[in-house]
């Protein structure tokens, strides 16, 4: 008698199993109970996926960069040459129809409104610290990958510029709306398009005003 256990089964190998748990151990638990964001790891080709889920406006408010802050913080710590391997940092939306929506206009009224200006600045800086961050793509020798399946707007857009690669579906558009709030891109936009497509291209994408088709731009490069 087999004890009821079926040899055109595959069991899992003892030292696989140890290995599979040491894995997960080692990556941070936090990693994956964040409020907005929601990640997972497939251990079968070392990537990392990670969804925005705002319990709002689908934006960078402040909850959403606390959440970023803490998600490029874990990931230092469970992932890199001598820790848990990882080889692709995808990160998309949960939204439908919309990446991101950059900045939090909501705040910005509420903040000039009371003349806080130093609240301001802070919320730009925390911004370009988690852009300049994923640009280095956290020191770790990974891809990064954004994947849009809707409107990157705003900082959302320049958000997807400090990515390795962008993926869109054909549903995807983009655009930098701010030059409508008397505003520019605050977040490195015109440096980071300008190495991609040069400066010319990047003044015309900031002051226009226009919203791009994912083939629109694909063919500017």
């Known amino acids: 008698m087999d004890g009821g256990i079926n040899s055109a089964i595959p069991l899992t190998d003892e030292d696989e199993l140890y290995a599979e748990s040491g894995l997960h151990a080692a990556i941070p638990e936090a990693l994956f109970g964040l409020n907005e964001l929601d990640v997972f790891y497939d251990d079968k080709v ?7 889920n705002p319990v709002g406006r689908p934006s960078f408010t402040p909850p959403m960069l606390q959440d970023f802050e803490n998600w490029q913080r874990l ?18 939306s949960r939204s439908p129809d919309v990446f991101c929506f950059g900045g939090d206009l909501e705040l910005f009224h509420r903040l000039i409104l009371e003349c806080d200006r130093e609240g301001l600045v802070t919320y730009g800086h925390r ?24 409107a990157a707007l705003g900082g ?11 993926v869109a579906e054909r549903s995807a558009t983009f655009g930098l709306p701010e030059i409508m709030f008397g505003l520019f891109p605050g977040m490195g936009a015109h440096a980071l398009l300008s190495r991609k497509l040069g400066s010319a291209m990047a003044d015309r994408l900031i002051v226009s005003n226009e919203t791009y088709s994912a083939e629109e731009m694909y063919e500017l490069g």
């Open 156 to 166: 959302g857009f320049e958000a997807l510029l400090s990515f390795d690669y962008i």
């Open 75 to 92: 990931i230092k710590e469970g992932f890199g040459p001598d820790k848990v391997s990882l080889k692709y940092l995808i990160l998309g």
């Open 127 to 150: 911004c370009c610290e988690i852009l300049h961050r994923n640009i280095n793509a956290l020191d770790i020798p990974m891809l990064t990958v954004g994947l849009v399946q809707g």
């Open 46 to 52: 070392s990537a990392l996926w990670t969804f925005m």
